[in-house]
């Protein structure tokens, strides 16, 4: 039971961070709670003994992808429905 404690805390924060990029209209708020998803993904991969796969998502899902999005929010409106 014990060794699930980490599962469990990851698994709340997934779910957590999901509902937060739903419901977010500023999408540079939804952009960082997207990105925190996938940093929390890569960290249970790294619980679950794949160190390759945790390190190919947090360098490609948390880093890069967040990293585009904020460029294209940039380059559009911050907020739904906004246009520059």
């Known amino acids: 039971m014990i060794e699930q404690i980490p599962h469990i805390l990851v698994l ?3 779910i957590a961070s999901a509902i937060l990029t739903y419901y ?3 999408l540079l708020a939804a952009t960082l709670a997207a990105g925190l998803f ?4 890569s960290l249970e991969f790294y619980i679950l003994q794949a160190p390759d796969v945790a390190i190919s998502q947090a360098a490609i899902g948390a880093g890069l992808t967040t990293a585009i999005f904020i460029i294209a929010i940039g380059a559009t409106g911050r907020f739904e429905g906004e246009s520059s």
């Open 12 to 14: 709340l924060g997934l």
């Open 38 to 41: 996938s940093f929390l993904i």
């Open 24 to 26: 977010f209209k500023d």
